[in-house]
Nanobody, 126 residues
Framework: QVHLLESGGGLVQAGDSLRLSCAAS????????TGWFRQAPGKERQFVAA????????YYGDSAKGRFTISKDNAKNTVYLQTSSLNSEDTAVYYC???????????????????WGQGTQVSVSS
């Protein structure tokens, strides 16, 4: 069992940055792949970024490339999503998720993930 708790969301202006956190409990983050997804109102959930158990491999969705960075702090059992140059299209609920599948690497499909957090709202005003 893995419990995930997101934090760090909020209301910001276009061009601002936010650092989202995903604190895990139940298992060490070195034992699973962690992904970030987001869902805007009326839209399907979208892959944002993922990092494998070792932290050596990362993968980004098109909307995140060049603007977002995923990282992890094993000592704090926490995965981060550093966002920058935010715009109104980034407004969404951001979820982190854990995939326990062995050798999955950096998964980008929802069905590859086993546990989900409750999400944190990011709102960007233009």
């Amino acid at each position: 069992q893995v419990h995930l708790l997101e934090s760090g969301g909020g209301l910001v202006q276009a061009g601002d940055s936010l650092r989202l956190s995903c604190a895990a409990s139940g298992r060490p983050i070195t034992s699973f792949t962690t992904g970030w997804f987001r869902q805007a109102p009326g839209k399907e959930r979208q892959f944002v970024a993922a990092i494998d158990w070792s932290g050596r491999s990362t993968y980004y969705g098109d909307s995140a490339k060049g603007r977002f960075t995923i990282s992890k702090d094993n000592a704090k059992n926490t995965v981060y999503l550093q966002t920058s140059s935010l715009n109104s299209e980034d407004t969404a609920v951001y979820y982190c998720a854990a995939s326990l599948a062995k050798d999955i690497g950096v998964a980008f499909m929802e069905e590859d993930y086993d546990y989900w957090g409750q999400g944190t709202q990011v709102s960007v005003s233009s």
